[in-house]
């Protein structure tokens, strides 16, 4: 696999995929370089919007694609913003507004324990019956106030106590060991590797 489709045109996400990709000779390409739209995103859960994206530009690319549905769940909201982490303030999308609405939501209480979750699926083509899955989660706080330049997203507000840094102030090659993204790759690497192009046990739907 020489090359696949990132069903996503965030180009934070294609920035941090393609650094994580690169060593294995991976090409990734941006759905909107091929002229596909960005898929509904009605589902619950991460997986099943990961799963519906894949499977999206997998039809209209007719390539192996990687879809990635994240975002940062904190536990006093009961998960939220969740899977409308890149909506939280309503359309259109806005970085600046999502982290106002989110230090505003939590101006009150000192509870900010939160945690961003990434999920991975890869798909060989639209119809896989045997897509590979994979998540990572990274721990954190939100901050009273942002702090640092770097990332997207949340990433200015989101304190990892790991490195005392906010996740906006780690290089891009901490970013890739510590975050939520470069967990999941790793995850799914492995999964590939071993898969060798079978179907896992362990992946395949109905099993």
């Not at 390409?29 to 799963?51: C, K, R, S, W």
């Not at 324990?113 to 798909?123: D, Q, S």
């Not at 192009?197 to 362990?202: A, E, F, L, Y």
Request: glycine residues 8%; neutral net charge; charged residues 25%.
């Amino acid at each position: 696999m020489k090359e696949l489709v990132l069903a996503s045109g965030n180009p934070g996400k294609l920035r941090e995929l393609t650094a994580l990709l690169a060593p294995l000779g991976i090409r990734v390409i941006a759905q909107d370089a091929l002229g596909v739209p960005e898929a509904e995103e009605p589902h619950a859960t991460f997986l099943e919007n990961a799963l519906a994206k894949a499977r999206h530009a997998a039809r209209q690319t007719g390539l192996p694609t990687l879809a990635d549905d994240s975002g940062l769940c904190v536990d006093i909201l009961q998960g939220a913003p969740g899977v409308h982490s890149a909506r939280y303030a309503g359309e259109p999308k806005s970085d600046a507004r999502n982290n106002a609405k989110l230090l505003a939501d939590l101006a009150d209480t000192p509870h900010r324990r939160a945690r961003f979750i990434c999920v991975l699926v890869l798909t060989r083509h639209a119809e896989d019956p045997c897509p590979l899955f994979a998540e990572g989660q990274w721990q954190g706080e939100i901050l009273l106030a942002p702090k640092g330049t770097g990332g997207f997203g949340y990433d200015p507000l989101f304190w990892d106590a790991h490195c005392q840094k906010s996740a906006a102030e780690l290089d891009p090659a901490t970013k890739n060991t510590r975050s939520h993204r470069g967990q999941a790759i790793q995850h799914l690497l492995k999964k590939l590797v071993l898969a060798d192009g079978n179907c896992p046990s362990d992946n395949c739907q109905g099993k």
